[in-house]
């Protein structure tokens, strides 16, 4: 796959956001080619490059959350910073901000201004809480989200208090959600031969109540509020995980009756089967401490290999629960190349995530990690402003960049 090959080679995407879900939405762009132009305040620049482990002083994360994009600096509360940025938004297709409803406006950069300067541009506003009603004002971050979107009080251990996810669960699935929705706006765009643009407003915990729907669908036509349930499951039994003889924990599921009926023939359990207790999913549920202890007191006395390689040869499925220096040793992930190396300037070689999905024609890449606060700014203000480098002199001494 060369670069002119890439999917999305075409696309030009103008990145204002900061942190985290936002800027994300557009790396998953930026992986299948789009030109990204992260836009960063001169001074201050993405608050994520202080986000997360360092290392030399330097964000790691910042690495692969930016990664395959062109960094500039440009104040956007300036009048200069605003004529350029016009400049550039005439020559984008997509937009990404963050800041919170109203911001643009006040620095005169509202919608209106933004179609005069280029009438189809489609702008990906991402907020704690939308861009209207009554928390629309208010500042938003993913821990606030998941707490709000109902998904900590149904996670976390049997009895306890809810828990909040160990990593950026609601920025992660709001960039994906973003990511999806530009794609569909621009499909909308060149299928039905659309000439203008539109806002597409996301926050941060809806995206999370979408894959709450069993829980919310289920209190709403029967009343059940879920609560915290460690490992185990109210849609299915068996569910949980379990400790091998050599101390390995493994998760499994039983997620449909013939998954079900193989773990049952793996712990050469097949009466189970007929057992009225077991017979089916409503059964197993309402008897579900029975069955774990069941499945536990075999999983007990093998080891990890033998309970996969017995689980595996009945067609049952049953999986490590993995720490990441486990995953970074899988050989199945290995071979299906999950992970990648990236040599980077101040770090050296980097082990990242690779691009997901995998695409049999158009695979999308990973050229470059996140760039230096305004590595691009001169290239790009003088290929896509056409700014001289008197100009740009001029700029940096204002401050402007």
Known sequence: MTENNLPLKELKVLDISTMLAAPWASTFLADFGADVIKVEHPQYGDHARKYGAQKNGESIFWKTLNRNKRGMTLNLNSSEGKEIFLKL????DVLVENF???TLDKWGLSWETLLEANPCIIVLRTSGFGQEGPYAKRGGFGTVAEA?????SLNGVKDGSPTLPGMALADGVSSIFGALSIMIALYGQIKNGLNEGQQI?????EPLMRLLEPQITAYDQLGIIPQPIGNSSLQTAPRNAYLTKDLTWVALSGSSQSITENIFRAINREELIRNPKFINNKARLQNVKELDEIISEWISKHTYEQVVEIFNSTGAVVGPMYTIPQLLEDPHYKQRESFITVRDEDFGDMRI???VAKFSKTPGRVKSLGPKKGQHTAEILKNDVKLSDTQ???LVELGII
């Open 100 to 102: 919170r409803p109203g």
């Open 201 to 205: 407003d996301i926050n941060l915990y």
């Open 392 to 394: 740009i002199a001029k």
């Open 148 to 152: 709000m979107s109902g998904f900590a």
């Open 353 to 355: 995530p690779n691009v």
């Open 89 to 92: 938004v005439s020559k984008t």
